[in-house]
Nanobody, 117 residues
């Protein structure tokens, strides 16, 4: 199983980025997917999740209204649209997949997002 995250970069505060994560080696449409992030010196934290069908999403409070998670099961891909970015959004962003809701089974390698003030 491989999860490949991409789309990170350097952006000014108030800007936008769209992260993508493509999956291979698993039945993607059977997996819930999520995005996590880890800032320097901090623990990894949950950002957003989406159910296998895309019908249910959940975002952490600090990104609600700014970030949107979506998926395309035909392309084995999950996305994180990030708008109105803030310096505190700076982190390495990881995608993850889970078959059951109890634990995350697979992780991608991470993509760096840097927001300058």
């Amino acid at each position: 199983v491989q999860l490949q995250a991409s789309g990170g970069g350097l952006v000014q505060a108030g800007g936008s980025l769209k992260l993508s994560c493509t999956a291979s080696g698993l039945t993607f449409s059977s997996y819930g997917m999520g995005w996590f992030r880890q800032a320097p010196g901090k623990e990894r934290e949950f950002v957003a999740t989406i159910s296998w069908s895309g019908g249910s999403t959940y975002l952490r409070d600090s990104v609600k209204g700014r970030f949107t998670i979506s998926r395309d099961n035909a392309k084995n891909a999950v996305y994180l649209q990030m708008n109105s970015l803030k310096p505190e959004d700076t982190a390495v962003y990881y995608c993850a997949g889970r078959y059951l809701a109890t634990s995350w089974d697979y992780w991608g390698q991470g993509t760096q997002v840097t927001v300058s003030s």
